[in-house]
């Protein structure tokens, strides 16, 4: 293994609490009540087997940080059956959070990020003490659906002052890639990585592409290209560049007309294709730019599934290609094509309000797992997850087992 590595074995760890609907002894229906507060925060689908699924959240707190001493931890499962059966992935992720930074000192982590096929896994954590020298950035890495983790850490000798690999990315073409942002302590390097056999290999900063740089700019988000599985592009705080073999070579994306500041994410929609967003004020907030040349040439548009000037909350693609696909708002489920606005109401009866809606995942389609997170609470357990098998005809609330705090 690389510097950036070190080796973490996740066990499974399943305790008696359950988090939604539960067949009592008499055959009728119960709910488990947790005896800790329980919140379910994030849910993601593999997007080409979707019967691997991930969900995550913390116990006692929503939203915060670990103290590093047994307060607000993290937790994670994983189903590769549709939510049938699921495996506790928090134990190893715990040893993880302690190997790095977890006795005594706080993190936080992001909603896991997933390969298309949902063989691998990542997921980015934050933390550190009370002094600056020991702050730090680590992704949880496993590429076996979580039974075992690697920590990937920064390349550099130096650690802490906010040292680290984040950011998180997959690639989603073959070998699906993890790219992730190295940065040095301090932040006097930050380049674009990549993981390869085990080892972290480090690209260059984006902005070599600027004539007469000598620094290195901040990196926000890495979009790996969807039409090379070599190729990756860097969201900066000021611009967008391109660099189509490794990171290893970068230039200036151009930005869409009358575009200072923008950003670029994956077309869903498009194969190899891209989507610009201006973080300016000057545009409507639905108003997008869509490129199949990375990025050289720009053509205006809205969001897809756009509904009265309003983005989607989430989207979900039909398993075929020629059938609609549906954008979920608070005002309901719409259908849409391609790059089109809503066209119409979609013909669908959701387990809870549209305004309770937190998170879709899934495809549309016979026997394909479409997935809900909703808000809601019963008893001490705060979120709920549902699942249709049938295109969204009918649903059914998921049973969760979580870890209790000991």
């Known amino acids: 293994m690389g510097r950036g590595f070190r080796a973490l074995v996740a066990g499974v760890c ?36 979707p019967r691997t699924v991930w ?6 707190c929503r939203n915060s940080a670990s103290d590093g001493s047994g307060n607000c931890p993290g ?15 928090s134990a190893g992720l715990a040893r993880a959070d302690a190997a790095y930074g977890g006795q005594g000192c706080s993190y936080t982590r992001a909603p896991a990020v997933l390969d298309p096929m949902g063989k691998q896994i990542a997921i980015e ?27 990937v850490t920064t390349n550099s000798q130096d650690g802490g002052y906010g040292a680290g690999a984040g950011a998180p990315a997959f690639s989603s073409l073959p070998p699906y890639t993890l790219w992730v942002v190295d940065t040095s302590a301090d932040s ?6 990549w993981l390869k056999n085990g080892s972290l290999n480090d690209g260059a900063n984006p902005a070599a592409a600027i004539a007469g740089s000598s620094g290195d700019d901040p990196i926000l988000s890495l979009v790996p290209d969807p039409r090379s599985a070599s190729g990756v592009l860097a969201n900066t705080e000021s611009y967008v560049a391109f660099s ?27 194969p190899g294709g891209l989507i610009a967003t201006s973080r300016g004020k000057r545009f409507p907030e639905d108003r997008r730019w869509y490129s199949t040349n990375d990025g050289a040439t720009w053509s205006a548009g809205v969001c897809a599934g756009d509904y009265k000037g309003i983005c989607p909350l989430a989207t979900v693609a039909s398993a075929s290609a020629s059938a609609p696909a549906w954008a979920f708002n608070h005002a309901g489920v719409w ?67 979580i870890p209790v705090l000991k």
């Open 55 to 60: 969900v995550g959240g913390e116990l006692q």
């Open 75 to 89: 937790w994670a499962m994983r189903s590769l059956d549709g939510g049938t059966t699921w495996m506790d992935a």
């Open 188 to 193: 006097d390097t930050i380049e674009a990585a």
């Open 14 to 49: 399943i305790s008696g609490m359950l988090a939604g609907d539960i067949t009592v002894g008499n055959g009728g229906s119960g709910v488990a009540m947790a005896a800790t507060p329980t919140y379910v925060e994030w849910l993601r689908a593999a997007p080409s087997q």
């Open 335 to 401: 259908t849409y094509l391609g790059h089109a606005g809503a066209d119409g109401k979609a013909s669908v009866t959701l387990p809870v309000a549209p305004a309770l809606v937190l998170d879709v995942r899934g495809l549309l389609g016979a026997a394909t797992p479409l997935y809900i997170l909703s808000s809601g609470t019963m008893g001490a357990v705060h979120g709920s997850l549902y699942r249709s098998l049938d295109g969204g005809s009918t649903w059914a609330r998921l049973t969760l087992p």
């Open 244 to 270: 189509p073999r490794n990171g290893s070579r970068w230039r200036l994306v151009t930005a869409p007309p009358k575009v200072k500041v923008f950003s670029v994410a994956r077309d869903l929609a498009m």
């Open 125 to 151: 954590e934050d933390g550190g003490c009370a002094s600056a020298s020991s702050t730090y950035t680590i992704v949880l890495y496993s590429r076996d659906a979580g039974s075992r983790w690697t920590a």
